[in-house]
C-alpha cells in the first residue's frame, strides 16, 4: 500500500473528522521542492508513518511547552487550533499559542551524534535564530533545520500512541547499499493545509507578529523604547542576520524620525491630517530598501511593508495623543 493510500485509509477511519487527503498533487503544494515549501495559511504537520499530527501538549500556551503527536482533531474542537501551524521566513508558528518551534540542544552545532534534540514552542527570537528556522522538502518528506539540513524532525516514542513526541535527530541515509530506499519512516512528513483553508488575516497577523516578537500576549506593537533599540541595530550597528519585525519596526521608526525632523527644519507642526499618509509612504519607502539589502522580495516584502506601516502609525499616534 502506498503512503499516501496507508494514510487516507487511516483518515478515513477516524470517526470524528477525515483529513479528506488529496495525493502530493494537491494544489496547494508547489509542484516541485524549494528550500522553503511550505503551503500558504494553516496547515497540519502529518507523520508519515503513523498519519497523527504534531500538537502541543495540554494545548499550552505558555514557551518550553513540549510538541507531541496526537490524532487529527474535527474543526469544531477547541483542541483543533494547537494542531495548526503557519510559515513566514523559516519560522513555524503555531496558531493557538503564537510561539514558533525551537529545539534544545546541547553542545551547539558540533552535531547531534546520534541523540535527539528537544523540540517545544518558544517566543520568536530577535536574533540567533538557528534553531527556530526550519526548511521542508516536499520530495523527500523531510522537515529540517535550515541551517544544518542533516538534522531532521523525528519521533521519538513513535509506537507509543500516548508517549510520541517531536525531536530532532541525524537524518539517515535514503538509499541502502542494495539502492532500496531506506527512509525512516519517523523522519518523514507530510504538510495538510487546514479544511477548510484558512489564511492569517493580514492585519491581525501583523500586529500578532509583532507582539509575538516583543514577548507580549497583550502588546500588539512594539513600545517606542523596542522600536528604538531596533533602530540602532540595523542603522548604526549595521546586525545581519535580524528577525523580519525588527527590520520592520527600525523602519518605522526611521520614517517617523524623518517626518518630524523635515517638518521641524521647515517650521512646520508634526502634528496635521496628512501626516499619517506621508509617514506611510515614508515607511514603506524605507522597508523596501532594507528589504532588497537583505534579499527579501516577494510575499515576505510585502509582509514587511505592512508590518513596517502599521507600527509607525502606531508610533505616531503614541506621540501624538
Request: hydrophobic share 35%.
Amino acid at each position: 500500500m502506498e503512503e499516501w493510500e496507508m494514510y487516507t485509509t487511516r483518515e478515513a477511519q477516524h470517526k470524528n473528522a477525515p483529513l479528506n487527503v488529496s495525493p502530493p498533487t494537491h494544489p496547494s503544494f508547489p509542484p516541485t521542492p524549494s528550500t522553503m515549501s511550505f503551503p500558504d495559511g494553516y496547515f497540519f504537520i502529518v507523520s508519515r508513518l503513523t498519519a497523527k499530527v504534531l500538537q502541543v501538549e495540554n494545548a499550552s500556551k505558555n514557551p518550553a511547552a513540549r510538541i507531541l503527536l496526537a490524532d487529527h482533531k474535527p474543526e469544531e474542537d477547541p483542541v483543533r487550533d494547537t494542531q495548526l501551524w503557519f510559515h513566514q521566513d523559516g519560522f513555524l508558528t503555531n496558531k493557538n499559542s503564537g510561539l514558533v518551534l525551537d529545539l534544545e540542544r546541547a553542545g551547539g552545532f558540533a552535531g547531534l551524534f546520534g541523540q535527539e534534540a528537544h523540540v517545544y514552542q518558544y517566543h520568536k527570537k530577535e536574533t540567533d535564530t538557528t534553531n527556530q528556522r526550519w526548511a521542508y522538502d516536499q520530495q523527500q518528506g523531510y522537515i529540517y533545520q535550515l541551517a544544518h539540513p542533516e538534522h531532521v524532525l523525528d519521533i521519538k516514542n513513535a509506537d507509543q500512541p500516548d508517549h510520541a513526541r517531536a525531536v530532532v535527530m541525524d537524518k539517515k541515509a535514503s538509499t541502502n547499499s542494495d539502492g532500496i530506499d531506506d527512509r525512516p519512516r519517523t523522519q518523514l512528513w507530510f504538510l495538510r493545509p487546514s479544511d477548510p483553508q484558512t489564511a492569517p488575516d493580514k492585519i491581525a497577523h501583523s500586529h500578532g507578529w509583532f507582539g509575538w516578537m516583543w514577548h507580549s500576549k497583550d502588546r500588539a506593537m512594539p513600545s517606542a523604547q523596542a522600536m528604538q533599540d531596533a533602530h540602532k541595530q540595523v542603522y548604526r550597528e549595521k546586525k545581519a542576520n535580524l528577525a523580519h519585525e525588527l527590520i520592520a519596526g527600525a523602519a518605522a521608526f526611521e520614517a517617523v524620525k524623518a517626518y518630524e525632523e523635515k517638518q521641524k527644519a521647515a517650521g512646520k507642526p508634526t502634528k496635521h491630517a496628512l501626516a499619517k499618509e506621508v509617514i506611510a509612504s515614508l515607511a514603506a519607502a524605507e522597508i523596501v530598501k532594507l528589504a532588497e539589502e537583505r534579499g527579501v522580495g516577494g510575499d515576505e516584502k510585502n509582509n514587511l511593508q505592512g508590518m513596517a506601516v502599521a507600527a509607525a502609525y502606531n508610533f505616531y499616534d503614541t506621540k501624538n495623543t
